[in-house]
Nanobody
Framework: QALLAESGGGSVHTGGSLRLSCTIS????????MGWFRQVPGEEREGVAG???????DYADSVLGRFTISQDNAKKTLYLQMNSLKPEDTAIYYC?????????????????????WGQGTQVTVSS
């Protein structure tokens, strides 16, 4: 069973930046894709960034050009650099490891709630 732990959330003003980190440990076999999703309590989760099986990255339209996903394989850490933050980015952010599927993006797989995710980290953006 994989274990994930997110950190780096916080409160910023519009236009600010945050860098989220996710340490991954345990058995991730069968879940070779990874990414970040966010969720506002009471609403459906939204996949925001993912790394596909071929190493390519995928972003939700709402964050394209502002967020960057990256990974450090040696440290088994996943990152999400978030720039030009907006109030609508306010949510709990989760990292996840999911099984890759050739027919669906990592964002879709995360939104279908497959895989393993951490406890989340709160991001609050105020105007």
């Amino acid at each position: 069973q994989a274990l994930l732990a997110e950190s780096g959330g916080g409160s910023v003003h519009t236009g600010g930046s945050l860098r989220l980190s996710c340490t991954i440990s345990g058995d991730t076999s069968g879940s070779d894709c990874m990414g970040w999703f966010r969720q506002v309590p009471g609403e459906e989760r939204e996949g925001v960034a993912g790394i596909e099986a071929d190493g390519s990255t995928d972003y939700a339209d709402s964050v394209l050009g502002r967020f960057t996903i990256s990974q450090d394989n040696a440290k088994k850490t996943l990152y999400l650099q978030m720039n030009s933050l907006k109030p609508e980015d306010t949510a709990i952010y989760y990292c996840a490891v999911v099984p890759c599927r050739p027919t669906d993006s990592v964002l879709t797989i995360m939104e279908e709630e497959f895989g393993v995710w951490g406890q989340g980290t709160q991001v609050t953006v105020s105007s």
